[in-house]
C-alpha cells in the first residue's frame, strides 16, 4: 500500500483504540511519534511493521500505553482561561452551597479535569478553592484528573514545575503554595492531596462508574481535549460526559470547541461573554458567594477576571512588583554612561524578566531624552499593558501610531488591549488595519476571527478561519507561530478545523 493509503489506516486504528483522529496534513509529524513510539518499544521501525503491530487483535496494555504518551503532547499553565474559573467561583460553588444546604446541610463537591495533562488545571481548582472557601476543611471536596499519558500524570503527580507555568499565575499565589527549588517550583502537600489522579482512556474506558468516583460530579472540565477526537468519538464522549453529571451541573470545554451538534444534549448558558454548558435549564442563582464569603481584595484571585480563550494574547499578564530594586536604581544611574544600543537592551532585560515596573521607569527615563524612539515607545505601551494599566498602554499607543502609522503590529497590539476592554467594534477595525499592512499576520487573523463571532458576524468569522487554515499551510505541524505564545501550527490547525 501507499504511504497515504497505510497512514489513513493507521490513524483509523488509534481513532478506535484511543479516540485520537489525525488530519491527512499531520500525518508526517504523525509518523515522526510513532517512530519515536517504536523506538520506545525496542521495536525497528517501518511503516508496514507499525501498520502489523497495531493491527493485532489485543495490544498489551503497557505497549498501549507508551504508544499514547508519545502522541498526545498537553500545552497547558496554571490559571488558563480564567473565566472558567471565575465561573467556578460565581456560579457553579454557589448553587452547590444552596443544594447541600437543602439536602441535609451537607458539604461536597465534586470536580473532574478531564485530560488534565501535567497537572496545572486541577491543581488551580485546589487552589482557587483553598481561597475562597473559609471553612474548607468541613468539606468533602474531590478533584479527580484523568488523562490517557502517563507520563504527563507522574509530572503532576510530582507537582515540580518551571516558570513557564506560571505566566497566568500571581504572584502571591505563587509564593504561598509553591516552594523554590532553583529553577523548579514544587506544589505544597496541602494542594497536592486535594487531587486524585488516575490514567483514563476517553474512547474506550467505562464511565460513569462509582468505582474511582466518576458519577454524579458537580463540574466536569474539558478543554482542549476534545479538539483532537473525531466528530463521532466526541459525540460519544459527550453524551457520557452528560451522564456523569448530576442534575444543574456543568460541562466546561474551551472556547474553541463550542459545538451544538455535539453538545446538544446541554444547555448553552453565557457567562461574562463566554459560553459553556449545563445538564439542565439555567436557573439564575442569587448573589449567594459574595453574602457568604469574606475574602480578601488582595489575594489575586477573587479580582474579576479577564477573558482568557484561544485569541492571541500575548502579553497581558499582571507584575504584582511596584518598586524598582536596588540593583535596578544602580543600573538606571549606570545606564546614563552607556551607548543607546546598550541601555534599549537593559529596558528590554527588565520586560523579559517580568519587572514591568521598572521597564516603564526605564523607558520613561529614555524616551525624557528621545521622545520620537518607536522602539522604547512600544516597549513602554507593552510595559503598561502587563501592569494592567490599559488605559496608559492606550494612550502610549495611540501616540506611536499617530507618528508612525505602518505598522501592523503597533495595531494588533492596540486591538488586544480593546479587546481586553470588550471594545469589539474598535478592535476589529485595528486588526483590519494591521491585517491590511501585514496579510501574513496570523495572530491578528486567528483574533479577528474572535472579535467577529463577539459581533455576532458568525459567517465573516468563519471566513477568517478559513483563510488561516490557508496560511497555515506552509508550516509544518511542529513549527511554532510568530506571535502566538509557541503555539505550534499543527494545535492551530487543529483549533481553526475545528471551530469552522
Known amino acids: 500500500m501507499s504511504f497515504d493509503e497505510n497512514m489513513r489506516t493507521i490513524n483509523q486504528r488509534l481513532n478506535t483504540l484511543v479516540g485520537l483522529n489525525f488530519t491527512e496534513s499531520q500525518w508526517k509529524n504523525l509518523e515522526s511519534n510513532l517512530k519515536l513510539a517504536f ?12 501498520l502489523e503491530w497495531i493491527m493485532q487483535t489485543e495490544i498489551p496494555a503497557k505497549e498501549l500505553e507508551i504508544l499514547a504518551n508519545h502522541l498526545t503532547i498537553g500545552e ?10 471565575h465561573l467556578l467561583r460565581e456560579k457553579i460553588l454557589p448553587a452547590v452551597i444552596i443544594a447541600n444546604n437543602e439536602n441535609s446541610g451537607s458539604k461536597s463537591l465534586k470536580i473532574w479535569s478531564a485530560g488534565c495533562s501535567s497537572g496545572e488545571e486541577p491543581y488551580s481548582i485546589a487552589m482557587l478553592l483553598k481561597e475562597i472557601i473559609p471553612d474548607i476543611g468541613d468539606w468533602d471536596i474531590r478533584i479527580l484528573a484523568t488523562d490517557i499519558n502517563t507520563v504527563a500524570l507522574a509530572k503532576a503527580k510530582e507537582g515540580k514545575y518551571t516558570s513557564w507555568s506560571f505566566r497566568e499565575t500571581p504572584e502571591a499565589i505563587k509564593k504561598k503554595y509553591f516552594l523554590e527549588n532553583g529553577k523548579s517550583f514544587e506544589l505544597k502537600s496541602e494542594i497536592r492531596k486535594m487531587v486524585q489522579f488516575s490514567r483514563l482512556n476517553l474512547a474506550s ?27 463521532e ?74 477573558r482568557n480563550t484561544v485569541q492571541a494574547k500575548p502579553l497581558l499578564q499582571k507584575n504584582t512588583s511596584k518598586k524598582a530594586s536596588a540593583s535596578f536604581e544602580k543600573r538606571l544611574k549606570v545606564s546614563a554612561e552607556l551607548n543607546e544600543n546598550h ?52 494612550e502610549t499607543l495611540k501616540s506611536l501610531i499617530a507618528a508612525n502609522s505602518d505598522t501592523a503590529e503597533h495595531y ?58 490557508s496560511d497555515i499551510d506552509v508550516y509544518d505541524d511542529y513549527e511554532t507561530i510568530p506571535g502566538l505564545d509557541g503555539l505550534t501550527a499543527g494545535r492551530l490547525r487543529q483549533m481553526a478545523q475545528f471551530f469552522s
Open 412 to 469: 494588533y497590539f492596540f486591538a488586544t488591549i480593546l479587546m481586553e476592554q470588550k471594545n469589539w467594534d474598535e478592535a476589529d477595525k485595528n486588526l483590519v488595519k494591521a491585517l491590511y499592512l501585514e496579510p501574513g499576520l496570523l495572530a491578528a487573523r486567528l483574533s479577528r476571527s474572535r472579535v467577529l463571532t463577539h459581533l455576532n458576524k458568525n459567517e465573516q468569522s468563519k471566513k477568517e478561519m478559513e483563510n488561516l487554515l
Open 76 to 85: 497547558t499553565y496554571f490559571f488558563r482561561e480564567k473565566n472558567a474559573l
Open 343 to 394: 541601555v534599549f537592551s537593559e529596558a528590554e532585560k527588565l520586560f523579559s524578566e517580568g519587572r514591568y515596573q521598572d521597564c516603564i521607569i526605564f523607558c520613561k527615563r529614555l524616551l525624557a531624552k528621545q521622545s520620537s524612539n518607536n522602539e522604547v515607545t512600544f516597549l513602554l505601551s507593552k510595559a503598561y499593558a502587563n501592569e494592567g494599566k490599559l488605559d496608559e498602554a492606550k
Open 39 to 50: 523506538k520506545a518499544l525496542n521495536l525497528k521501525y517501518s511503516q508496514e511493521r507499525f
Open 205 to 231: 474506558d467505562i464511565f460513569p462508574t462509582e468505582t474511582g468516583g466518576f458519577v454524579n460530579m458537580d463540574a466536569i472540565f474539558c478543554r482542549n481535549v476534545l479538539m483532537y477526537f473525531s466528530p
Open 233 to 306: 468519538m466526541i459525540k460519544i464522549i459527550a453524551g457520557k460526559f452528560y451522564q456523569t453529571l448530576r442534575k444543574d451541573a456543568w460541562f466546561i470545554t474551551s472556547q474553541v470547541e463550542l459545538n451544538d451538534e455535539y453538545f446538544g444534549d446541554f444547555q448553552r448558558v453565557i457567562f461574562e461573554e463566554s459560553i459553556y454548558y449545563q445538564k439542565a435549564a439555567y436557573e439564575q442563582q442569587q448573589d449567594f458567594f459574595r453574602n457568604s464569603f469574606s475574602v480578601s481584595e488582595t489575594n489575586g484571585i477573587q479580582k474579576k477576571v479577564k
